[in-house]
Nanobody, 125 residues
Framework: QVKLEESGGRLVQTGDSLTLSCVAY???????MGWFRQAPGKDREFVAS????????NYAEFAEGRFTVSRDNAKNTVFLQMNSLKSDDTAVYFC???????????????????WGQGTQVTVSS
C-alpha cells in the first residue's frame, strides 16, 4: 500500500485542457500506474495506464487522441494531460498503483491495490 494524492481537478469549459497530477508518498518506480474515473451514478471506469518504465501505455477508447498519461519516477508523480474536454468527461478522477511489479499497463481496476481519494473534474458546456 502507498498513499496517493491527486490534484489539478477543477471546473473548466468544453474544449479546455487540464492536467491532473498524482503524487505518491513512496517510490512508484517498480509499479504500473493507472487513472480511472467515476461519474455520478456510474461505475468506475478505466482511463489510462502506463508501465513502470513508461514505455507501455494503454488508453480507454474515449481517451485515445485526447489524453496523455506520463510519469516522473524521480518525483514519484504520475500525470494525466486531458485536451478537448467534453461534458462527458465530468467525473472524479482517481490514480492507482498496481498490485504487482510487472511491465504491463493494466486496464482492469482489480489489478490495482492502492488508490487515491480522487480529484473532481467538471466540464461545463
Amino acid at each position: 500500500q502507498v498513499k496517493l494524492e491527486e490534484s489539478g481537478g477543477r471546473l473548466v469549459q468544453t474544449g479546455d485542457s487540464l492536467t491532473l497530477s498524482c503524487v505518491a508518498y513512496a517510490s512508484i518506480s517498480m509499479w504500473s500506474m493507472g487513472w480511472f474515473r467515476q461519474a455520478p451514478g456510474k461505475d468506475r471506469e478505466f482511463v489510462a495506464s502506463l508501465s513502470r518504465n513508461g514505455y507501455r501505455k494503454n488508453y480507454a477508447e474515449f481517451a485515445e487522441g485526447r489524453f496523455t498519461v506520463s510519469r516522473d519516477n524521480a518525483k514519484n508523480t504520475v500525470f494525466l494531460q486531458m485536451n478537448s474536454l467534453k461534458s462527458d468527461d465530468t467525473a472524479v478522477y482517481f490514480c492507482a498503483r498496481a498490485r504487482l511489479t510487472t511491465f504491463n499497463a493494466p486496464r482492469d481496476h482489480a489489478e490495482y491495490g492502492s488508490w487515491g481519494q480522487g480529484t473532481q473534474v467538471t466540464v461545463s458546456s
